[in-house]
């Protein structure tokens, strides 16, 4: 008798056991699941934020082609003015920056 009762309780372990292990499966499923949509979430977001960088960078860019042609006009158009003064500015830092640089060779 005590062994019927015996093989009665394994059994009971048994199936518990191939219950159990369903049931981590399942739950591990569902995890990677979860992981997945996490990762696919998070994908989708951070290509949205780099849409963003992207696009900010552009506009900056232009921005500063913009400020850069129309300081290059404004220079052009005040050396025209001045072509005499402009050419002795030159000129002057010119020399300057050639003494500069012939005073760290003389030493």
């Known amino acids: 008798m005590a062994e019927s009762e015996l093989q009665?309780?394994?059994n009971e372990?048994?199936?518990?056991?191939k219950s159990l292990q369903t049931d981590v499966s399942?739950?591990?499923?569902i995890l990677k699941d979860l992981g997945v949509g996490k990762v696919n979430e998070a994908t989708?977001?951070?290509?949205?934020?780099?849409?963003k960088?992207?696009?900010?960078l552009r506009r900056r860019w232009s921005e500063a082609r913009?400020?850069?042609?129309?300081?290059l006009d404004e220079l052009e158009g005040d050396i025209g003015q001045h072509p005499v003064s402009s050419v002795l500015t030159a000129f002057g830092?010119?020399?300057?920056?050639a003494k500069?640089?012939?005073f760290g060779g003389r030493r």
């Open 8 to 10: 009665k309780q394994m």
């Open 53 to 56: 960088a992207q696009e900010e």
């Open 66 to 71: 913009t400020r850069g042609k129309s300081t």
């Open 26 to 29: 399942e739950l591990a499923k």
């Open 13 to 17: 372990l048994k199936s518990d056991l």
């Open 44 to 51: 989708g977001s951070m290509e949205d934020e780099l849409g």
């Open 100 to 102: 500069l640089m012939d």
């Open 93 to 97: 830092i010119g020399f300057i920056i």
